[in-house]
């Protein structure tokens, strides 16, 4: 199991440094995160172990019950997965740093009255659903800069970036149209000077579509079969849920 995951992990990083050469990209400026859902604490370890720092769950039941088995092995939490408001509390429970999914101003007002309660911070990325598909979470392209603008105005909230999930499909141009649609939509965002806000991360790319991500700009890939192997559950357990 060990050997598996570590020969995983050299062949995702091969596939990385590839893609940044091919783009004329520095490979330090892409960020790799294990997607750990359904992946005992034991597998996770050995990622972390082997020197991975970032990872992250799509259900905040099953970063509870894995916090506290991994606790002793310095690494960043974020959390990817469609957050329920009346899971806030519990989320911040666990040190996660940043709330890549965030997609609705009443998500994002409760998550600022509970830090403000807590006296904490937290990162947020904008998740965009930048393929249509009415299965996926995440704010319409066309909404996102009035969302950012509220959110721009909640002070516990930092906006660091945009994440998204791009379309399942064999046609790498149907997949690539969806991260440039992210990037653009970074650009957009970026000339409309909102204050306090950063729009640095990219977060796309996942194990099938690392290489066009990388090539669109992607700052954190976010990978999990490609390192841990396929999940017993279909990801329409995590995507399509109306409860968490
Ligand atoms: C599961 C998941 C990933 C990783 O998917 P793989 O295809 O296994 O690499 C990335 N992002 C999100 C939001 C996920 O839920």
Redesign the pocket.
């Known amino acids: 199991m060990e050997k598996e995951i570590l020969k995983n992990l050299e062949q995702v990083f091969t596939r990385i440094k590839k893609a940044c050469y091919n783009s004329k990209r520095d490979p330090k400026e892409i960020k790799v995160l294990l997607?750990t859902?359904t992946i005992s604490a034991e597998r996770i370890g050995i990622a972390l172990h082997a020197g991975l720092t970032l990872i992250?769950e799509?259900k905040v039941q099953e970063l509870k019950e894995k916090h506290p088995l991994l606790v002793h092995i310095p690494h960043t939490n974020h959390f990817?997965?469609h957050l329920q408001s009346n899971k806030i509390k519990d989320l911040l429970k666990y040190d996660v740093s940043c709330l890549?999914?965030m997609d609705r101003l009443d998500l994002a007002q409760k998550l600022q009255k509970r830090l403000e309660y807590e006296n904490k911070t937290m990162d947020v990325l904008i998740q965009v659903n930048t393929s249509g598909e009415q299965s996926k979470f995440g704010i319409a392209p066309s909404q996102a800069i009035e969302l950012v603008t509220h959110l721009s105005k909640l002070d516990r909230l930092k906006v660091k970036g945009l994440?998204t999930?791009g379309l399942f499909t064999t046609d790498k141009e149907k997949v690539r149209l969806c991260f440039q649609r992210l990037r653009h939509l970074q650009q957009q965002l970026m000339n409309s000077n909102i204050p306090d806000i950063e729009m640095k991360e990219l977060s796309m790319g996942?194990?099938?579509d690392l290489e066009i991500a990388i090539e669109e700009g992607a700052t954190i890939l976010?990978?999990?079969?490609?390192v841990?192997g396929k999940?017993a559950l279909p990801?329409s357990y995590?995507?399509n849920e109306t409860t968490a």
């Open positions: 997607a859902k992250a799509n990817i997965g890549q999914s994440m999930i996942m194990s099938g976010r990978i999990g079969t490609a841990f999940r990801d995590y995507w």
